[in-house]
């Protein structure tokens, strides 16, 4: 069964550290494409100064020669808030025959069961959980009467259903952070080597104005 990642996130600004990621999910997880889903309108946190069009440009110029990472614009294309369930309703539409594979970080597992409508995420796809290697991860205590009947073994469980599973996956993690990149760029220093080449030449005056004055609490 084709299977398909899903990662999405402010991007603001995308980085090496997202790139790296979404790599490493697509090879160990056996993907065959990762779409990259920029948010329109977080609902639950403050969204970037950078319009969401130009993030999306943006992930375009990363990923234009990498493999199966494919920039998807279906958050920007919906009014209202852009909420996880009603992108992977879409996406189930668009893919019916493909396992869905929800890629997130563990600080956003652990918070799981505040996402609108978060049971429906194990009816639409599955979730690979980002974790560091040798740490620790448990479902959070409110979503655990389900999360751990579905817990799988291995990767091999989300290439065999559509849906239901979720697992911890472990890849060499690159300690790059958007916030870390805001404060060089207030600080007027490089930050040459923490965004993809085609991002940073990219970037105008305004997009570097607009990084600096994002509120640090968007998802890194």
């Keep these: 069964m084709k299977a398909i990642g899903v990662f999405g996130g402010a991007f603001a600004p995308f980085h090496n550290g997202h ?22 309108q977080p609902a639950h946190r403050p969204d970037s100064r950078v319009s969401p069009a130009r ?7 990363a990923v234009r020669r990498e493999r199966g990472l494919i920039p998807d614009d279906c958050e920007l294309r919906r009014d209202g808030p852009s909420y996880t ?3 992977l309703i879409e996406l189930r539409e668009r893919f019916p025959r493909s396992a ?9 597992f652990r ?19 980002f974790a560091r290697p040798g740490g620790a991860l448990d479902p959070p205590r409110q979503a655990r009467a389900l999360l751990e009947k579905r817990r799988a073994s291995d990767a091999r ?23 870390r990149i805001r404060s060089l760029l207030r ?3 490089s930050v040459r080597g923490l965004i993809p080449d085609a991002i940073l030449n990219a970037m105008t005056p305004a997009d570097r104005s607009a990084l600096t004055q994002d509120d640090d609490a968007i998802t890194h």
Excluded: C
């Excluded at 869905?100 to 956003?108: P, Q, R």
């Excluded at 918070?111 to 959980?129: M, N, S």
């Excluded at 469980?157 to 916030?179: N, Q």
């Design 100 to 108: 869905l594979v929800l890629l997130m970080g563990a600080d956003a």
């Design 85 to 87: 369930v009603d992108t």
């Design 187 to 189: 600080q007027n220093r």
């Design 19 to 40: 790139l790296r990621l979404a790599i490493e999910a697509r090879d160990a997880l056996g993907l065959e494409q990762v779409r990259l889903v920029p948010t329109a």
């Design 111 to 129: 918070h799981l069961h505040t996402w609108r409508r978060w049971p429906e995420l194990l009816d639409l796809g599955h979730i690979a959980v």
């Design 55 to 61: 993030r999306l440009e943006w992930l375009r110029l």
């Design 157 to 179: 469980a989300l290439l065999d259903a559509k849906a239901g599973y979720w697992l911890v996956f472990e890849p060499p993690m690159l300690d790059i952070s958007s916030t």
